[in-house]
């Protein structure tokens, strides 16, 4: 009878581990297949790529200023001839983030709490996570040719297409933040009489504030590099001065104004690092 049932199960074991292997091979094969087919669509070719490299590091050198030790000041200045037209462009393109960053994150907030499927009505659910799928789903240079064409060239269209976007995309974040929530405090809210805004207010925000808030910075710092380009299309800040020089074959000032831009964006990487650390750390102290 012992035999019989150690018999059964080493039998049930092999049929599980053929099972697994035959998945495996499947997915393997599935994967490999996939890969395949993209490359044919993507018309990868090492041949292309082996001509094309040097080609890439030919422009890239191109962009590269001749520094020398013994003029190195002189040559700095040279390479950095519009510093303070760029600085203050590079501001334009600091404050048209940051402004499309707040008004985008807080229409996410606001919607984010009907397109959490644990806090409201199917219905509501549905509509609010459409629209933000909308909003997140057309890329940000074509929102701001729409603004462009809309409001006029100029840093608003620039601001416009980051906020839509941002809502978009913080909104999804910010609700399934939400959905992470505890619901004791919701139900202790609507026990108390409150409203369902009182329970969004004092019974999910305070337990989705952190996450929110870490959300939040990074946007910002996604934000700043797309204001960065948007200027390609007119929407303003240091991204029209790139799309002039590169126009134009200034390769010295493309590595320049890249170098102000890629400086800025790693200051604001460490001091939205130091602000989540500080803001969650107070948290949980």
């Known amino acids: 009878m012992a035999s019989a049932a150690v018999l059964a199960a080493e039998d049930h074991?092999?049929?599980a581990r053929a099972r697994r292997r035959r998945g495996l091979l499947l997915g393997g094969l599935t994967f490999l297949a996939a890969v395949l087919a993209a490359g044919w669509v993507?018309?990868?070719s090492l041949t292309r790529l082996g001509r094309g490299l040097p080609l890439a590091w030919d422009y890239v050198s191109r962009t590269l200023p001749p520094l020398h030790a013994q003029t190195l000041g002189a040559d700095l200045a040279d390479w950095m001839w519009g510093f303070p037209d760029w600085l203050a462009l590079l501001g334009?393109?600091?404050?048209?983030?940051?402004?499309g960053?707040?008004?985008?994150?807080?229409a996410g907030l606001l919607l984010s709490f009907p397109a959490a499927a644990t806090l409201a009505p199917p219905?509501?659910?549905a509509a609010a996570r459409r629209f933000l799928e909308f909003a997140r789903t057309v890329p940000t240079l074509v929102l701001a040719l729409v603004f462009v064409y809309a409001f006029g060239l100029g840093a608003f269209a620039g601001m416009l297409a980051i906020a839509l976007h941002t809502a978009g995309a913080l909104g999804k974040l910010f609700a399934e933040e939400h959905e992470n929530a505890a619901l004791g405090p919701v139900e202790a809210v609507r026990a108390t009489g409150g409203a369902w805004a009182a329970q969004m207010r004092f019974g999910v925000l305070p337990q989705s504030l952190p996450g929110m808030l870490s959300l939040g910075l990074l946007?910002?710092?996604?934000n700043v590099r797309e204001a960065s380009v948007l200027g390609i299309v007119g929407a303003g800040g240091i991204g029209e001065e790139l799309y002039l020089a590169v126009r134009q074959f200034e390769y010295q000032d493309i590595s320049a104004i890249l170098v102000l831009i890629l400086a800025t964006v790693s200051a604001i990487d460490l001091l939205c690092g130091a602000l989540r650390r500080r803001a969650l750390g107070a948290r949980t102290a």
């Open 92 to 99: 334009d393109t600091l404050l048209i983030a940051y402004a």
């Open 101 to 106: 960053t707040v008004l985008g994150a807080a």
């Open 42 to 44: 993507g018309e990868v």
């Open 123 to 125: 219905w509501a659910v």
């Open 219 to 222: 946007r910002f710092e996604i």
């Open 13 to 15: 074991w092999r049929a």
